[in-house]
């Protein structure tokens, strides 16, 4: 071990990669950070960190960050370096310009999830108070929009029903498309302690994850499902639970509506829904469904984790309902050791959504519809606002292929990279008059923008993220900002050019300003944050240090709502010409696009994506171990080095999406769900053959 000494000063923060939002003291000598230690106090983390956290912080002072605004006229032009106040009023002018020559709709803004809450609020609030209209999105979109959507509608509120210590408390554990060992390795090693103490474990995942085979004591299943089938095998356990009496009818007749409960147990008693018949589309075999549907609702206390392999698909926010209703028949929510738990990709996808990023939601997901609401918003602001929901990011590209949105200010987010349909996004972006990003380095997006504003690192800044369990944990500023500003510093910046006169001296106040307008958020106040350590929403009157388990006494939104969850198969299907199914995830020591860990020491770590594949694939195409395969579908290609295993089953290709020279998302469609468009990055027919290389 490194003897560093002992540091001039300790700064505690919070982590920037992944939605568990582990707290770290970071071990300061000048400006300089020395090492990051897990704080033992951090009540997300207790002490705990994973090698992208403890070690992957470098990226924020690392060579390749932008310094200095640039701009130029066109986007084929050389960048040009010039002042903060040159940048600015050129980005604002050309932003009234275009709204002058295409309407005040011809404008909007996408926030980022790594960004802290009061960042993304101001974000927004610039889009609706200054631009005038409600288009203002997130990259949530792309990832937990259905998250939101489905909990919302059957629950009452868009988020993770428990905090991560629960976890000590299931008697059994069902995991749906996520692999939390790599993607949220801190509630992975949690989740895999109370498996060695006996509890169970039911995997749904095309592929078999890490977890599976951690040393445990109790029962397990793997049910790997074809991708594209989430809701016909949940449904399927509904079907056994339901048909089986293993429902909690007393937990139904008080939480739920019994009405609608009985409409429902119509629905799912219905053969189609039957683990034979649900057999042939997911492959899952009948036996694994129901040995799996009686664990779940025997065990006396059985929890839900999901990811991403259950929203990006056309059917995502039905999954997440369908998840929902297993929950509600079981009694399996509002008491210690069950609940439904998304588990957040970044750092601050659950801030991000609370903080109003949505088009057609102000901060704590209320309705821009809404005339009281509305009304409050118009007071504090101090200006007429729209009550027309705005433009989500796939119809902001759509607008700009029409001539009808032509300018774009996004916030810490590669879209090009990470959204789907790559080339239908840069013909976007190419079409526009105006792009703005703002950012800590160049990146794919930027070859299309027009304004470089450089963004601020989670060291430089002051702000609060919100992790997958609602815990608002504070970000501390342990250095001084390179760029010379922090982000929110430079939105308020931007809407002063344009006719705002905001004063804000600190995130403190707005997020005094958040308290003051969003119930969920009432009590929320950097002092209570001193004071709590941090706190999970709601914190209001009736829960002054917040909420970790929610709906004990009841559903926010009233009863819980059993909602119908008939699965329709995707458009994306396989045939002669793309017969193997892609589906993508992650890997423990990257993150994301590779932004960040790909400018760390993380870098020697799976410093490229492979694409696993199936032996009987792999021979059926003379692809050997280590080959370079082209993957080949409807939208495009990209070449990979092949891995040959069978985590995958036969049929089933998988890669993750880490290094900007793979472009998996040159390949994906644009398929999106049917209820948020949050795009079906899991589901890709796709061809795969021997290949020279990229
Ligand atoms: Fe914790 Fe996630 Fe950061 Fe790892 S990446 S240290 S699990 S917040």
Redesign the pocket.
């Known amino acids: 071990v490194l003897d560093i000494g002992t540091p001039d000063y300790i700064v505690k923060t919070t ?1 920037a ?2 939605g ?3 707290s770290f003291d970071a071990h300061m000598r000048g400006e300089e950070v020395v090492k990051m230690v897990p704080s033992k106090d951090g009540k997300a ?1 207790h002490g705990h ?2 090698v ?3 070690f992957a912080w470098g990226y924020a002072t690392h060579q390749d960050r932008i310094l200095h605004p640039m701009i130029r006229e066109k986007i084929t032009d050389p960048w040009q370096e010039v002042t903060w106040d040159e940048a600015l009023d050129f980005a604002a002018s050309r932003l009234r310009g275009t709204q002058e020559k295409y309407g005040k709709d011809s404008i909007g803004v996408i926030t980022s999830s790594r960004c802290t809450n009061e960042e993304t609020y101001l974000v927004q609030k610039l889009t609706r108070a200054v631009f005038g209209n409600n288009n203002t999105d997130t990259c949530a979109r792309v990832c937990h929009s259905p998250t939101g959507y489905g909990l919302g509608k059957a629950f009452g509120t868009s988020a993770g029903t428990h905090d991560f210590d629960s976890i000590e408390d299931t008697d059994l554990m069902l995991i749906i498309g996520c692999n939390p060992t790599d993607g ?3 509630v992975g090693s949690k989740l895999r302690a109370q498996l060695r103490k006996g509890a169970g474990l039911i995997v749904i995942d095309p592929r078999e994850t890490d977890i599976l085979n951690s040393p445990h004591m109790g029962d397990k299943w793997h049910l790997p499902l074809r991708p594209g089938t989430n809701v016909a095998v949940v449904t399927a356990l509904a079907y056994v639970i339901v048909t089986e009496k293993l429902y909690d009818e007393e937990f139904i007749r008080e939480k739920c509506d019994w009405d609608e409960f009985l409409q429902y147990m119509e629905f799912v008693s219905d053969p189609r829904h039957s683990p034979e018949e649900v057999e042939k589309v997911s492959q899952v075999p009948a036996h694994l469904i129901y040995e799996a549907a009686r664990a779940y609702a025997a065990a006396p206390r059985a929890s839900i984790f999901y990811g991403l392999g259950v929203t990006e698909h056309s059917q995502g926010s039905t999954t997440v309902m369908a998840i929902a209703n297993l929950s509600m028949l079981t009694g399996n929510i509002g008491k210690p050791g069950t609940g439904v738990n998304p588990l957040r990709g970044q ?1 601050n996808v659950q801030g991000s959504c609370d903080m109003g990023s949505f088009p057609h939601e102000y901060p704590g997901y209320r309705h821009v519809s809404d005339k009281a609401t509305r009304e409050l918003y118009e007071r504090v602001w101090g200006v007429p606002l729209s009550e027309e929901p705005g433009l989500r990011i796939p119809n902001m590209f759509d607008g700009a292929l029409h001539g009808t949105f032509m300018g774009l200010y996004c916030q810490g987010e590669d879209i090009v990279q990470s959204d789907p349909d790559t080339k239908h996004v840069t013909s976007a972006l190419t079409a526009m008059d105006i792009v703005i990003v703002q950012d800590l380095f160049l990146n794919e997006t930027s070859n299309y923008a027009h304004v470089l504003l450089p963004g601020s690192s989670f060291l430089e800044k002051n702000g609060t993220f919100t992790n997958a369990e609602r815990r608002i944990n504070r970000v501390r500023r342990a250095m001084t900002p390179k760029n010379g500003y922090e982000d929110w510093e430079i939105t308020q910046m931007l809407a002063n050019r344009m006719g705002a006169n905001w004063d804000y001296k600190h995130p403190s106040e707005i997020m005094d300003e958040i308290a003051m307008t969003t119930p969920s958020f009432a009590l929320v106040s950097y002092d209570l944050l001193e004071r709590e350590g941090s706190v999970q929403w709601p914190c209001n009157e009736a829960a002054p240090t917040g909420t970790p388990v929610m709906h004990i006494d009841g559903f926010v939104r009233g009863k819980g709502k059993f909602i119908h969850t008939e699965y329709v198969a995707t458009d994306e299907r396989t045939g002669p010409r793309f017969p193997l199914l892609l589906t993508t995830g992650r890997i423990l020591s990257q993150y994301n696009v590779g932004a960040q860990t790909r400018r760390t020491e993380n870098s020697v770590f799976h410093s490229e994506d492979i694409l696993e594949i199936h032996p009987s694939d792999a021979e059926m195409r003379g692809v050997r171990e280590g080959d370079w395969v082209r993957v080949a579908s409807r939208s495009g290609d990209t070449s990979l080095r092949a891995h040959i295993t069978e985590r995958v089953a036969p049929g089933v290709v998988y890669t993750t999406f880490h290094h900007p020279t793979t472009q998996a998302n040159v390949v994906t469609t644009d398929n999106s769900d049917w209820a948020t468009n949050c795009p079906e990055f899991k589901v890709t027919a796709v061809q795969v053959s021997p290949s020279n290389g990229p």
């Open positions: 982590c990669y992944c568990v939002g582990c983390n960190s994973c992208k956290g403890r949220h390795p801190v750092n």
